[in-house]
């Protein structure tokens, strides 16, 4: 199985990774080895079981990303939420509604494919087929060459950020789970995903940031199909960035919840689906969010619409252009607004330019706020 490097081990993981993850990243078309603007896309939820299985077993496991190769292929980085294990082994998960799993060369090679570098494993879904089913997972996404985060052989390892070199920056990315079964979670002695404790959060992105020169942490967490965000939401995303994050990307409410600027940073409380197999009539549309650095500082953030009623597009995102766009970018305006931060309509594209948007300054710990 393969295992990632524990945080004691970061200066030997760095070296030993980085050659693979420059050839990596330079896949990507538009990737320079010294680019001058970073750019790292995230999108929300990614579940190619259920209903969507008929659909990929008939057109391929691409499929699923064919209507927003173009979009993802502008980053040097991609990165989203992947929800269920990639398995054909494991005892399913005994008392849970919903268990998913999807075959595992199929799904990674399509992920690789369309262009993704890095998934987050810590959810509520990951260990739907035990821990084997987790192991099976990492491993057939790393014989692919994407890297994951936030599940490990215990809570060290499922901590333990994920670092991805582009040209002369080092990218660290973290993620957590809020999301029951509380069995997922692991522990120091047992496999699972990393929960998001607030004293966790801070010092590992903290201890990442020593060693990067952009931190992104990722959150499963809030209500499903709400818009309304829990109150530990904003408290985390906020102790993320006071602790040297400069963006924070969650996921699980399945639809858009809000973005806010606060201070040097973005949290983006929810992306919704992107790909995910359902016919819910409440997952109707999306985002891709495209991440805009300029050295170790963000310096804008563009919403890209996508259409992901799978009524309509049957499981293949699609961009979204003309009023239809208008129409998501004033929704997210809406939200942002709940959150004291302005977005721009730009094209059809909502963007947040950090150097003329006012940010929210204060931090809801104040045992983090600098002085």
């Known amino acids: 199985m393969y295992r990632p490097l524990s945080a004691r081990s970061y200066p030997a993981f760095i070296i030993l990774i980085t050659a693979g993850a420059i050839l990596s990243s330079m896949a990507h078309a538009d990737a320079e080895m010294f680019p001058a603007e970073l750019r790292i896309s995230a999108v929300g939820d990614i579940m190619l079981d259920g209903t969507a299985r008929p659909e990929m077993e008939k057109n391929g496991y691409d499929y699923a990303f064919d209507g927003t190769r173009d979009l993802l292929k502008q980053s040097h980085i991609v990165i989203g939420n992947l929800e269920g294990p990639l398995t054909t082994r494991g005892k399913k998960e005994a008392d849970k509604k919903y268990i998913f799993r999807s075959p595992p060369n199929k799904v990674a090679r399509a992920l690789r494919q369309a262009g993704f570098d890095v998934v987050s494993l810590a959810n509520n879904h990951s260990l739907d087929y035990g821990i084997v089913g987790m192991e099976d997972s990492i491993d057939s996404l790393a014989s692919h060459g994407i890297r994951h985060m936030g599940a490990g052989n215990s809570s060290r390892e499922a901590r333990a950020p994920t670092f991805v070199p582009v040209g002369n920056q080092m990218v660290a990315f973290l993620a957590y789970s809020l999301t029951f079964p509380e069995s997922y979670w692991a522990t120091s002695k047992q496999p699972g995903t990393a929960f998001g404790h607030e004293t966790h959060v801070v010092a590992d992105v903290k201890r990442a940031r020593e060693f990067a020169d952009v931190v992104v942490v990722s959150f499963h967490w809030g209500q499903e199909s709400k818009t309304e965000l829990r109150e530990y939401q904003t408290r985390l995303g906020r102790a993320a960035i006071d602790a040297g994050a400069q963006a924070v990307v969650g996921h699980h409410p399945h639809i858009l919840q809000g973005i806010e600027h606060y201070k040097d940073g973005v ?32 310096s804008k953030v563009r919403m890209h619409p996508i259409n992901v009623l799978n009524t309509e597009v049957l499981f293949q995102p699609k961009p979204l252009q003309g009023e239809a766009a208008d129409a ?11 959150q004291g931060t302005s977005l721009r309509n730009v094209k059809g594209v909502a963007e947040l330019d950090m150097s003329t948007s006012v940010a929210t300054v204060r931090s809801t710990n104040p045992a983090l706020t600098e002085e």
């Open 267 to 298: 949290i983006l409380y929810s992306l919704g689906n992107y790909t995910f197999g359902s016919f819910s009539q409440k997952a109707r549309v999306s985002a891709v969010a495209h991440l805009h650095f300029n050295g170790s500082r963000l």
């Open 328 to 338: 998501v970018v004033g929704e997210l305006q809406k939200l942002a607004s709940m």
